[in-house]
Structures are given as C-alpha cells and as structure tokens.
C-alpha cells in the first residue's frame, strides 16, 4: 500500500486539470503522508484545488485501526450493500501526485525506499473519494482516500496494492455527476511499472520532517542505512 507520495506544483498543469485560470498555490510536498492535509479536486469543486486529511486527522489517526482504513479503499469490496459504492458515485475526486514511494525488502531485517517517478502526462491523476467522517466524540473532518486494489505480479516486490489512475481526456468524464458506477470504472485503471522511472532513493522519508526535493534524488542502495550523507 502507498503511504508516501509526491506532488510538485506546476501552475499550468493544474490549470489545465482545473479548467481555469484561478487557482491557489501550494508548496509542493515531496513527503506527502497520512494526517497531511494536501490537493485534490472534487466532484463537487471541479474547477478548484481543495486541501484535505489523507486518511484522517493528524488527532484522529491516533485512533487505529480504523485510521488506517481510510488511507485507501479497495475496490474488489466495493458493492451495492455498501457505503463505498455511493461514494464513488457522489463523492469522487482526483488526487494529484507526481509519483510515490515504495518499499522493497532486500534482506531479512531491511527494506529500500524507491520513488517511483510517473512519466506520462507529468503527473499522476490517482482517483479516490472525498467524505467527511464524525467520530464517536462527535468531531467531523473531511478525508481523502485512495482507490486502490491488489496488484499484479510485476509489483509483487514492491506492493500488494497499487492506485487507480485518470487519464487526462477523461477529467470531464470522471466529474461528469450524471455517470453510472459501471460507466465510472471504465475510466480508470491500475497503471503498469513501466510507466514509471523508479530508483533507491533516501530512506529519510520515514521521517515526516522532511519535505525537501532531495528526497526524490537518486541514492546508491549501499549508502541505504544510517548515512546522514544521504542529503550532501
């Protein structure tokens, strides 16, 4: 599953995204993580850049495990019988990303970060939901979650799930409020691993204090563990 992703701000990308010329800059985050509030654009705002919880409030992830569930939704489970066929429905958005991390595991005791940068379009329009949650205390927050489902074989080493993804012809489609469940999935897909260029890179991304372009460089799998020369 992603827990970690990149979006860089590129003002006419997201214009382009948005249709229209009126948008609020963002610093770009290259360590975007759960409790982050971060941009997407919803069925209900498709002509605007909102900002939103991934997942949950930084307070409220406390509470797992159900936290942790509204990081990313599988789809194979979505059905009539349940919320999240409604939601994709009436609530879906698109979640900008340039590319995300991933973890490999090279020995028994350790894993390598990689970034996997997405090469098409120059950014990576992944689906998801937009819904507001109220807990049990009676606080209400909004939240983004991924859609996602199990991967295939050529992410084993990497993941057991990988994102739905738009392609740019089909953003008026996506938001098209008139779409049936079926006529949405046919919209989106798993992408494949060739559509990324993907290398080790710093394992300081553990570390939500973080935030620097560096994080996406280039790192020799040697220099993997407790190197603070990582960033020279």
């Not at 948008?23 to 002509?47: C, G, R, W």
């Not at 698109?94 to 490999?104: A, E, M, Q, R, V």
């Not at 409020?177 to 300081?204: A, G, H, M, W």
Request: with cysteine.
């Amino acid at each position: 599953m992603i827990d970690r992703y990149v979006i860089e701000y590129n003002s006419n990308l997201i214009k382009k995204i948005i249709n229209s010329e009126k948008i609020n800059s963002f610093d770009s985050e290259y360590n975007a993580a759960p409790t982050k509030s971060l941009p997407i654009v919803s069925i209900k705002s498709p002509n605007k850049v909102d900002f939103v919880h991934w997942g949950a409030t930084s307070d409220y992830a406390k509470k797992k495990p159900l936290a942790d569930k509204l990081i990313s939704l599988d789809l194979s489970t979505f059905s009539k019988s349940n919320m999240h066929y409604n939601l994709l429905i009436s609530q879906r958005c698109i979640i900008l990303c340039n590319g995300f991390y991933l973890w490999k595991k090279t020995s028994k005791n350790q894993k390598t970060p990689y970034y996997f940068n997405y090469m098409k379009d120059k950014i990576m329009l992944c689906v998801g939901i937009k819904e507001k949650y109220e807990d049990f205390e009676g606080n209400t927050f909004n939240y983004f979650s991924f859609i996602s489902k199990k991967s295939n074989n050529e992410w084993k080493e990497f993941s057991d799930t990988i994102p739905f993804v738009l392609d740019f012809n089909n953003i008026n489609l996506w938001f098209d409020k008139n779409k049936r469940f079926d006529e949405i999935l046919d919209l989106i897909y798993q992408p494949e691993i060739s559509s990324f260029n993907y290398y080790t890179v710093s394992p300081f991304i553990k570390d939500l204090s973080y935030n620097d372009k560096k994080l996406i460089s280039p790192k020799n799998t040697s220099n993997q563990h407790g190197n603070y020369s990582l960033f020279d």
